[in-house]
């Protein structure tokens, strides 16, 4: 059974830095589309970087454009968020995901494989 798993979320001042985790098992990462998306009370889920494991292509939103940085290492199976620069309205639950084939939006619609979530808090 296919699973995603996250973890390195914690709590943090403004300015600092947090690098989340999410393993993978059963899941041939070869041609996948994999996201980070982050969700706060009252608020929709967005996508915060999407890789494309096919030609490792990267896109951010531009809230977090030059700051967070998504990278996988498939040896470990495991996709990365570095966050860096972290602000107060960088707080939320992020989430991993993941669906099979190129990447074509950001929106959570067609990313069917979801972790449990790590939750992040950014204090000012």
């Known amino acids: 059974q296919r699973k995603l798993v996250e973890s390195g979320g914690g709590s943090v001042q403004a300015g600092g830095s947090l690098r989340l985790s999410c393993a993978v098992s059963?899941?041939?990462?070869?041609?996948?589309?994999m996201a980070w998306f982050r969700q706060s009370p009252g608020k929709e889920r967005e996508a915060v970087a999407r890789l494309y494991t096919g030609g490792m292509i990267t896109t951010y939103p531009d809230s977090v454009k030059g700051r967070f940085t998504v990278s996988i290492d498939y040896a470990k199976n495991t996709l990365y968020l570095q966050m860096n620069g972290l602000k107060p309205e960088d707080s939320g639950t992020y989430y991993c995901?993941?669906?099979?084939?190129?990447?074509?939006?950001?929106?959570?619609?067609?990313?069917?494989?979801w972790g449990q979530g790590t939750q992040v808090n950014v204090s000012s």
């Open positions: 059963q899941y041939d990462l070869g041609d996948v589309c």
């Open positions: 995901a993941a669906h099979g084939g190129g990447c074509y939006t950001l929106l959570p619609t067609p990313f069917g494989y």
